[in-house]
């Protein structure tokens, strides 16, 4: 079982910036593939971003050149430096561990960005 905590949500306004992080814990496993995923209200839940352990990332195109993921193995951490945020950011930001070979997710409990005027 894998444990996944967030923290650095919050409000913002326009054009401020948030750098959210997530650790996990428990029963981690060397390759995995960490990201974000965001769901507004009335929306489904997105993909923002990814990086495997091997450090590539991938992007949905909406927050390219605003958004950036990185991570630390040995801490099992991923961070989300977001950059430029606009209204259409919020979101419940979700951090996410998947296994690719046992097609296996976890999830965290998701922290609130708000940006607003």
């Known amino acids: 079982q894998v444990q996944l905590v967030e923290s650095g949500g919050g409000m913002v306004q326009p054009g401020g910036s948030l750098r959210l992080s997530c650790a996990a814990s428990?029963?981690?496993?060397?390759?995995?593939?960490m990201g974000w995923y965001r769901q507004a209200p009335g929306k489904e839940r997105e993909l923002v971003a990814t990086?495997?352990?091997?450090?590539?990332?991938n992007y949905a195109d909406s927050v390219k050149e605003r958004f950036t993921i990185s991570r630390v193995n040995a801490k099992n951490t991923v961070y989300l430096q977001m950059n430029s945020l606009q209204p259409e950011d919020t979101a419940v930001y979700y951090c996410?561990?998947?296994?690719?070979?046992?097609?296996?997710?976890?999830w965290g409990q998701g922290t609130q960005v708000t940006v607003s005027s």
């Open positions: 990086i495997t352990s091997g450090a590539i990332s």
């Open positions: 428990g029963s981690v496993f060397r390759f995995n593939v």
């Open positions: 996410n561990l998947y296994y690719p070979i046992s097609d296996i997710n976890y």
